[in-house]
Each structure stands twice: as structure tokens, then as C-alpha cells.
């Protein structure tokens, strides 16, 4: 499908157009990059810090394939390990997707205002922001679902044109499926959730192919070839796969649902429900005041593929998550684990918003319904902001809002402050409040034990390095078995301080630690010790100052 089928706009308008909001997506996220890494992205970049050899092992330990990370490893030979240059990919990857889905959502809908409103909300959507300065995969899944949704709308399109027609398993009919076949197998490859979302695509893409075009075979083919890619990425994956399926229980803490309302809070639907309104008062006073004439005006009404397909694998994939999580099948529901769907709402709600904009084109006067759906779109995209709270990330002073993107976590900080106050013979203790921390009062066997233990220290192993003498479980389940065994034994004379490192809140420190120290249950050396705390965002640190017995 060429650009210049829409006459209201053309191929370097629209390039422009991708080209600046890419930047404007660059701009919008750069500052974040300099902050200090929060726990899953030091895992990536413990996992990359060392030798090659170790990368598959460190990546499987965090329950991730080792494909991004191998391609971690490489960049950060060449550009460092520093905060920005870690989270350059996910930031590039943001640009592109963002161009991608500009420029795709305006080709397919034959409207300039579709591609502005689909790379706008993309640009701005709260999640977006979060995963596009992340030092993990999920940016880069962002643009291979856009490629593929991409790949399903031009099989889905060209099989209406008699002039389109391919001969299957013929080499230009390969070219239209592997936009289809390959991006889905590169991204379950990168993250096996993504598997939920690239099979959905493939069956509500394959429906609609099957219901209403004329190609039957060709949405077949497409469809059973999506699915045999992500089966084939699935079995590469297998022992990844494996480990996670073991361990899934351990999600349950986050990835369950608790109600159905969380159906409708995972995505703006807002926006959906206000594109059918509008197209329902549009439709209406067309009728009324038009009349007969309601028709477009030199512009062809554009279909609805885009908006089916997206938003149609939205609600499926979404629902189809929310039950098997509800019923405790496999704890997933998590934005993280669906991001794949993230730009496939954005992209299906301009699409349905373009079809309002088409309807109002009632009029002769074509610049200024233009600059009206324009006005709209704009006005939509400042709407998300507002809503998703998104604008206080741009604020000179941010607010105490527990949000991943402002980088609770100063780690960074932390460990430098720590380095500054600590004498070289103080030991240190980290508390990371991994999932995995539970396991140290469950026990393990020794052959496990120093993976374990090696694992939990990532947080102080990689760029904010310190030295570690063992890891902390659970705060509020271990804290008052941790002590005893860390005040023991006590000191002969003066004083003994250790430091303990949490990833929690400065009170949520104190209140696990009153907990622990009932008079009735505290270590006899609880006594003789005097506890204070400096707080870095969600890491906090604790000095222990032990006295002699006397």
C-alpha cells in the first residue's frame, strides 16, 4: 500500500511527522536515563558485568532467556557500563517504535491524524515511558509487536486487491508472512510471555482474514505459520521455559488478580469507549443536519482492519491472561508480561478514532476539519498525560509517587554513602526483597546454596559494587532470625558495628525491626545495640552499633 493513496498527505510530510515525534519520545525520556538503576535492571547488568561465559547462567537465575543479554553484553563493550549507555537500547528501541506506529497507523488508515494520535499516545502512555528507559527487553518487544501487527495488516489488505495477489509459497507471498512469522519468533525467543500476545495476534488476525477477505488460504497459512514460530521459539526456550513453569508460585504474591475491574484498569479504555460515542453522535448529526450528504469528500472511508485487529488481540489476550491468572493456573497478570499489547491499543484506538475523523469530513471546508481532528488528537494525547499522572514526571521537583520511572531506588546513592561512612572492617548485609529471598528461610541444599546467595548479592555486584558478607531473607518474615545470627557473637570489648542494607522504605525498615525486637523474642544483644537508619528512596541502611558485655 503506497502513501500517496491518501491525498491529504504525503510520504515526506509523514516522515517528518515519525521523525519528530521520535525525537520528542527521546526528549521526553532522556532524563530518566541518568537515574540510578532500580533492582531488575542492576540483575541485567550484573548479569552482563563479567565474562561472556557467564551471561546465559546470570540471565536463567533471574528467570530471562539469555538472548538480550548476550546483545547487552556485546554493547556494553563497546559503549560502557554507565546508567545512560545501559539503557541506550530500550531508549533507540523507544524512538522506533514510535516512528514505526506513526507511520504505520497513517498508511493503513489513509489519515495524517491517525499517525499523529497513534505515535502521540505511545509516546506519552505511562508504561511506554517506564519500559523505554528500563535496562530489560520489553522496549524492544514494543517494536516487534508493532512489526508483526504491521505484517498481519498487509496480508490482511493486499489480499483484497486483485492486483496483490501471490501465489503461496511464492517468493513475494514469503516476504508477507515473514513481517508475520519473524517478528513473533524473535520476540518469544527475547520473552516467552510474549507468546500470549503473538498467538493471539495470529488468531484474531487469521478470523478476520478468514471472515472477510477472499484469500482463506492465506490467513490459514499465516496464522498456522505464526503459531508454528512461536511453538519453535518456545522449544529453543525450553529449559528457560522450564524454570520458570517450576518456580511460578513464587508470583503469586503479584501476578494474580484480585477482581475483574483490573480488566478494565490495565488499559486506558477510556479512550476506546470515548472513540464509540463519538462516532455515535457523529453518525447521528451527520444524519440530522447532512442528511443524504453525509458522505466523505474526496477522501475514501477508511476500514476498520487496524482497529479490529488491534484491539480485537487486546481484548482477547487481555481477558484470556486475567482468567488464567485469576484461577491460579499461571500468576502473569502484570503489564510487563503483556507489553506486547501496549502499542496494539494505542494503534487500534487511533484507528478507531480515525474512522470519527472520516465521518466528520462532511464539509467543504477540508483545512479546517483538518485542523479540528488535529485539535482533537492533540487534545487526547493530553488527556492520557493527565490521567496516567504522566505530567508530573516532567515537573522540576517530582512528587513522592511510588513509581518505577522515577527510580524509587537510588542505589546509586546508597552504596556511595555507605562507602563513605563505612569503616573497611564493618561487615555488611543486603536485604535485596527478591522473591527468591524466601527461600533462605526455607533452606536449601548446599549444592544450591552458594547460587542462591550469589544470586541475591546482584544488586551490590555489579555497577554500585561493595562488599557483601551474605544475604538477608524476608524482612518481615526473617528479620528477627537474621539479627540473632548477625549480633552473634558479641563483642569482647568496645563497640562492633554492622551495616544492613534494605530494598524497602525507610518505615517500612523500622516497623519490620520493632517486630522483631519484642522484648519477648529479641536477640539478648538487641539490648546493648542502638539501631539508625538512612533512607535513599526504597533503600534504606541500617548501622548497628553493638556494645561489650559488661
Not at 31 to 46: G, M, P, R, T
Not at 212 to 220: D, M, Y
Not at 235 to 251: C, D, F, T, Y
Not at 301 to 319: F, H, R
Request: net charge neutral; charged share 15%; with cysteine.
Amino acid at each position: 500500500m503506497q502513501v500517496n493513496e491518501a491525498p491529504d498527505f504525503s510520504r515526506r510530510r509523514l516522515t517528518l511527522l515519525s521523525l519528530g515525534l521520535a525525537v520528542l519520545t527521546v526528549a521526553l525520556r532522556w532524563s530518566f536515563c541518568h537515574e540510578s538503576l532500580w533492582v531488575d535492571e542492576l540483575h541485567s547488568a550484573w548479569a552482563v558485568w563479567d565474562e561472556l561465559a557467564l551471561v546465559s547462567e546470570r540471565s536463567s537465575a533471574g528467570n530471562q532467556t539469555p538472548w538480550y543479554f548476550w546483545g547487552l553484553w556485546a554493547w556494553k563493550q563497546i559503549f560502557g557500563g554507565s546508567e545512560v549507555a545501559l539503557r541506550a537500547p530500550s531508549l533507540l528501541a523507544s524512538a522506533i517504535s514510535v516512528f514505526a506506529i506513526t507511520w504505520a497507523a497513517a498508511v493503513h488508515s489513509r489519515q495524517f491524524v491517525v499517525g499523529l494520535l497513534a505515535g502521540g499516545l505511545l509516546a506519552v502512555e505511562f508504561r511506554a515511558v517506564e519500559f523505554g528507559t528500563e535496562v530489560r527487553v520489553y522496549a524492544l518487544l514494543i517494536v516487534l509487536s508493532i512489526l508483526s501487527a504491521r505484517g498481519w495488516l498487509t496480508v490482511l489488505e493486499s489480499s483484497e486487491s486483485s492486483d496483490a495477489v501471490e501465489t503461496p509459497w511464492s517468493l513475494p507471498w514469503f516476504r508477507k508472512v515473514a513481517m508475520i512469522w519473524l517478528p513473533g519468533f524473535a520476540a518469544v525467543l527475547l520473552h516467552p510471555t510474549a507468546a500470549l500476545t503473538v498467538g493471539m495476534l495470529a488468531a484474531v488476525g487469521g478470523v478476520l482474514g478468514i471472515t472477510t477477505q477472499k484469500r482463506v488460504r492465506t490467513a490459514i497459512y499465516a496464522a498456522a505459520g505464526s503459531i508454528g514460530f512461536v511453538l519453535l521459539a518456545l522449544a529453543v526456550n525450553g529449559v528457560a521455559v522450564r524454570n520458570v513453569w517450576s518456580i511460578r508460585h513464587q508470583w503469586a504474591q503479584f501476578a494474580i488478580p484480585r477482581s475483574g475491574i483490573e480488566l478494565y484498569r490495565m488499559w486506558p479504555w477510556q479512550l476506546v469507549i470515548a472513540a464509540v460515542l463519538a462516532l455515535i453522535v457523529v453518525v447521528v448529526g451527520c444524519r440530522v443536519f447532512c442528511g443524504n450528504r453525509a458522505k466523505t469528500e474526496g477522501t475514501k472511508q477508511p476500514k476498520s482492519n487496524a482497529a479490529l485487529l488491534c484491539l480485537g488481540t487486546v481484548l482477547a489476550a487481555t481477558t484470556l491472561c486475567w482468567v488464567v491468572a485469576f484461577l491460579e493456573w499461571l500468576p502473569m497478570w502484570h503489564v510487563r508480561y503483556l507489553i506486547g499489547l501496549l502499542p496494539l491499543m494505542m494503534w487500534g484506538t487511533a484507528d478507531l478514532w480515525g474512522i470519527v475523523f472520516a465521518k466528520m469530513n462532511c464539509t467543504r471546508m477540508r483545512f479546517l476539519t483538518a485542523s479540528m481532528n488535529g485539535a482533537i488528537a492533540v487534545c487526547l494525547v493530553g488527556w492520557l498525560v493527565h490521567s496516567q499522572g504522566t505530567w508530573w514526571l516532567w515537573m522540576p521537583t517530582k512528587p513522592n509517587v511510588p513509581n518505577v520511572v522515577l527510580r524509587g531506588e537510588d542505589w546509586r546513592s546508597a552504596i556511595a554513602w555507605l562507602q563513605d561512612h563505612r569503616q573497611a572492617n564493618e561487615p555488611v548485609y543486603l536485604g535485596a526483597e527478591l522473591i527468591e529471598s524466601s527461600l533462605l528461610t526455607d533452606g536449601v541444599e548446599d549444592a544450591s546454596a552458594d547460587r542462591l546467595k550469589e544470586y541475591l548479592l546482584f544488586p551490590t555486584s555489579g555497577p554500585y559494587a561493595i562488599d557483601v558478607k551474605e544475604p538477608l531473607g524476608l524482612a518481615f518474615l526473617s528479620m528477627r532470625s537474621d539479627l540473632k545470627r548477625i549480633l552473634a557473637p558479641s563483642p569482647q570489648q568496645g563497640v562492633k558495628v554492622r551495616w544492613l542494607v534494605y530494598r524497602m522504605d525507610e518505615a517500612s525498615v523500622e516497623q519490620a525491626y520493632n517486630q522483631a525486637n519484642l522484648p519477648d523474642i529479641a536477640s539478648p544483644a538487641i539490648a546493648r545495640t542502638n539501631g539508625a537508619t538512612e533512607a535513599f528512596g526504597g533503600v534504606t541502611i541500617v548501622r548497628l552499633e553493638t556494645q561489650a558485655e559488661e
